[in-house]
DNA sequence: CAATTTTGGTTTGCATGCTAATCATTTCTC
DNA sequence: GAGAAATGATTAGCATGCAAACCAAAATTG
């Protein structure tokens, strides 16, 4: 627990400097990156993409459109969904952007063996399913590390193939 | 990266189901177990202990004792540190308060064979030192994994015997 | 011993991030 | 089609978490 506390605030760390780069933080990045990939999409669709809950979404969205990097317009046929529209200057700023990697950290990476760092990104996904699972049964303790991998993103971000008939997990 | 921020995401909600249990979040729990771990220390030192900012324990720190959890005092050979007491009240929650980790979380992790867990914790450990340093030389980048295990924690929360004469790694 | 620097804490300002509550709109039910 | 339920987004309120600015006390320097 202590050593996910120092990555934690490592990734935060990492996040500010990023600030210094290009003024964006890394959930404004990784939203904007989305936002862009499939055209218009609902704050909802980004918010699951990006694995953040709904009002961290609006505050983040609020920001990237007071800097004029994505438009929010509503809906035509669902007027309740807002559509992040990417700026011209969002996608100009997207592609200045660096990675969403500190270099330092990057060069450490690339200076390990390929077989170790596939085996910290496994290792790291298999702690976020876990993890992501403690809702759920306990089914998916069960799947082999190779399973874990392939469920990833489940259905996050598909906007028209999501089940239409299945119960939210709001509150309850 | 994206695993690293659902990870994130996973342990905050954690904390926040914590609260529901004891009143206490992780950051607080952390610092309230080091607080009563090796009597009164100054809040730098917690600081240091858990991987947290001044400014972050400060507080932490306040909401701690609006709760009646720890006292600040002064201390009397350095005024300007201030000396972190627990309270019996403090004590008492400490004790009641459960496992930083989930039960289902942890319930998980059992479930996995001895040599999986510490290869986790092998991993987590390593990329936490990766991350951490960053803003050092390159040099910790060509430690084995034994050493980076061994140096987890370097000088972090030992109140009298920190070096007193290094420069601090504070601004600059 | 006075002036400077250093050091420990706090305050300020900002960005996440959550839940609970709210609003608007859509969909479902009768 | 009117009322109820559901859904998308926002708002309110709180807890982290940081850097920069600031204050007070100690250590250093002259």
């Known amino acids: 627990m202590a050593a996910l506390r120092r990555i934690m605030r490592a990734v935060d760390l990492?996040?500010?400097?990023?600030?210094e780069g290009c003024g964006l933080t890394g959930p404004q990045l990784?939203?904007?990156r989305e936002a862009c990939l499939m055209g218009p999409r609902p704050a909802s669709?980004?918010?699951?993409?990006?694995?953040?809950?709904g009002p961290t979404m609006t505050g983040i969205l609020s920001r990237l459109e007071r800097r004029g990097l994505v438009r929010r317009i509503r809906g035509d046929a669902d007027r309740r969904t807002v559509l992040v529209h990417v700026t011209p200057l969002g996608l100009e700023?997207?592609?200045r952007a660096p990675?969403?990697?500190q270099d330092r950290f990057r060069q450490a990476l690339t200076t390990l063996p390929e077989w170790e760092r596939l085996a910290m990104l496994s290792n790291l996904q298999?702690?976020?399913?876990l993890m992501d699972a403690e809702d759920l049964d306990a089914a998916p303790l069960l799947m082999s590390e190779h399973d874990v991998l392939a469920a990833d993103e489940p259905?996050?971000?598909r906007p028209d193939e999501a089940s239409p008939s299945l119960p939210r997990s709001r509150s309850g």
Chains 1, 2 share one sequence.
């Not at 990492?14 to 600030?19: K, Q, T």
């Not at 669709?45 to 809950?53: E, G, I, T, Y």
């Open 30 to 32: 990784a939203t904007l």
């Open 93 to 95: 700023t997207l592609a």
């Open 45 to 53: 669709a980004l918010a699951r993409a990006v694995h953040l809950s």
């Open 14 to 19: 990492h996040s500010r400097r990023l600030v």
């Open 99 to 101: 990675s969403q990697l």
């Open 126 to 129: 298999r702690i976020a399913s």
């Open 155 to 157: 259905d996050a971000d």
